[in-house]
């Protein structure tokens, strides 16, 4: 759900001659950025960044974070030549510190950053402006094609010091090598014995985008994978973050626990697959067909799923598929099996992103007026956003959206809020995600937010139940911590009380929630996992299937753990007043 560069990053101070220095025509501060043609010798659509700290190392786009993090502020470029200036000024909306003019005095070591945009002329006819990705799940400060400068360490005075000129001079290159005629989208890593990679062009997801776009997956195969065998084995969609490393953390060398029970006669014979779909808005897609991102759900299920079917030797029916996955890949999951039930036979999601948005963390979308404050007739209180398990605050909800707010306007930010405005929610006049809340105060646009109903996974359950039902019924387990870092928990007692209410077929799901446990908690280790997905699908195998050759000596799993509490829906507790 939460998300997380590398590189010297630069800046080269010059003013005429070339030192820093103040301009009296404007004595208040403002930092002046430019890149030389020998940098990039096109126009540069993007925003420009400064950002400072007090400490030189690490570099300081390198400390930016929610809490605890250093000052920077933003601004958005378009057209930038080389060699001309675009200013980081008093109109620059910055976080922790929203002007350049509440920057106390003092001695800062400097950096600044320019995240570049691709123009997008889209099939729906909107035309938007967005960071493409480069193998490195949008991870901002970190992605190819984007230009830093090398820190500099100055004494920067807001009232005094005038205009500062800044000079980018790198560029930030693929981490993986991209083949000739290749592309760094959805990176390119090396295939080893029992890790493979698969990258397809989209025909759909192009066609929407109106450029070349391109989906793939990492796929971990058994230890007795044999290309010249003819077992074929039941997969597990284990959805998750970007990433281009091996499903479960494996390891050739058999360096962890996995690894070694993956490779020995114990395990149950799976193909394990996880998607690969960085996209202009985040470093996934959440796997469904949406009105800003595009169809990445039917670009799954209709493209990707079958050109893995036909590269390696799966069992290509419902029954022998599963999906399963956390936090954004526990939402992915369960959505995958709602919007998809004839394409996957059960799902195992954890802690997901919020599937009732009458609890959208803790905020009710369709019933509360402001999302970062809870308003009373003579006060306000902030609205947490990550608690700890005592119950502590880690921090609030306005201080991640206006940290997400200063990295990209537009939920151009590659934040979990951005990414949930741009999936849930309709596309705005300007061809970006409607705001379900303003950015700046928080204040709920109810429109805007009722628009949200489709992807409400608990409202499109109780809606469409007597056609899901008899294709669902015993297939949803759901799990997660009773105080989830992020109130994720909330939101499943809800899901919880709406599938039980179901009827003609009963939903017959099954809920667990850790006691006292947080963000990532499960009541099984991967390889205990492996052993309730071989049970699952043995049981729910064509009458005469012989699951033996895959299933090996897997023992029968329980779907109760110890550790785990099923809580019936009637005593389900932190729901809405």
Not at 78 to 90: E, F, H, I, M, Q
Request: neutral net charge; glycine residues 10%.
């Amino acid at each position: 759900m939460r998300a997380r560069v590398i590189g010297v990053a630069g800046l080269m101070l010059l003013v005429g001659a070339g030192t820093a220095a103040a301009d009296d025509a404007h004595p208040s501060l403002r930092f002046a950025v430019s890149f030389p043609s020998s940098l990039r010798q096109a126009a540069a659509d993007g925003r420009v960044y400064v950002v400072l700290s007090r400490k030189d190392t690490p570099e300081p786009r390198e400390q930016i974070d929610i809490t605890g993090g250093v000052p920077f502020w933003g601004r958005n470029v378009d057209g930038l030549r080389p060699g001309r200036t675009a200013y980081v000024d008093g109109q620059a909306y910055g976080y922790p510190l929203e002007r350049l003019r509440d920057l106390p005095s003092g001695r800062y070591t400097v950096q600044a950053f320019f995240n570049v945009y691709t123009t997008f002329h889209r099939a729906d006819g909107s035309t938007v402006k967005l960071h493409m990705p480069c193998g490195d799940g949008q991870d901002l400060f970190n992605s190819p094609g984007n230009m830093y400068g090398t820190p500099q360490t100055i004494d920067v005075a807001p009232r005094r010091s005038g205009t500062i000129r800044l000079n980018l001079d790198h560029v930030i290159t693929p981490a993986q090598p991209v083949p000739a005629g290749g592309t760094c989208q959805q990176g390119n890593p090396a295939d080893t014995p029992h890790v493979k990679h698969i990258k397809i062009l989209s025909p759909s997801l192009s066609k929407f985008w109106g450029q070349p776009m391109y989906v793939g997956a990492n796929v971990l195969l058994p230890a007795d994978y044999d290309a010249s065998g003819n077992t074929r084995y039941p997969v597990e969609y284990h959805f998750a973050h970007f990433t281009t490393n091996a499903p479960h953390g494996f390891r050739e060398d058999q360096g962890n626990a996995f690894s070694k029970w993956w490779m020995s006669g114990s395990a149950p014979r799976f193909i394990s697959v996880e998607v690969r779909e960085e996209n202009p808005f985040y470093d996934s897609s959440y796997v469904v067909n949406s009105a800003n991102l595009g169809p990445y759900g039917d670009a799954t299920t209709k493209e990707l799923i079958p050109a893995i079917d036909a590269r390696f030797r799966t069992i290509a029916a419902p029954w022998a598929r599963i999906t399963a996955g956390g936090s954004t890949g526990g939402w992915e999951a369960l959505a995958s099996q709602v919007f998809y039930p004839d394409v996957y036979g059960g799902t195992f999601a954890g802690y997901p992103d919020p599937v009732d948005f009458h609890r959208h963390q803790i905020v009710n979308v369709y019933g509360d007026a402001n999302a970062y404050d809870t308003i009373r007739d003579w006060d306000r209180t902030p609205r947490p956003d990550s608690r700890n398990v005592a119950g502590d605050t880690n921090y609030v909800m306005a201080q991640e959206n206006l940290w997400e707010l200063a990295r990209g306007d537009r939920d151009r930010s590659g934040g979990a809020w951005a990414i949930w405005e741009a999936v849930y929610g309709p596309q705005g006049a300007d061809g970006y995600p409607a705001l379900a809340w303003d950015k700046r105060t928080g204040a709920i646009d109810p429109a805007v937010s009722a628009r949200w109903k489709p992807m409400d996974l608990s409202a499109k359950l109780a809606a469409e139940w007597p056609a899901l039902g008899p294709k669902l019924q015993g297939r949803i387990y759901v799990y997660v911590g009773d105080t989830d870092t992020y109130f994720l928990n909330d939101a499943v007692e809800l899901l919880q009380q709406t599938l039980g209410a179901r009827t003609s077929p009963t939903a017959d799901a099954t809920f667990v929630y850790g006691r006292a446990k947080q963000h990532g908690w499960s009541p099984y280790t991967a390889q205990e996992w492996f052993t309730v997905y071989a049970d699952y699908i043995a049981r729910h195998a064509p009458a005469g299937t012989d699951v033996r050759a895959w299933r090996g000596p897997a023992a029968k799993a329980r779907l109760n753990p110890s550790g785990g509490v099923i809580v019936p829906p009637e005593k389900s507790v932190g729901l809405p007043r």
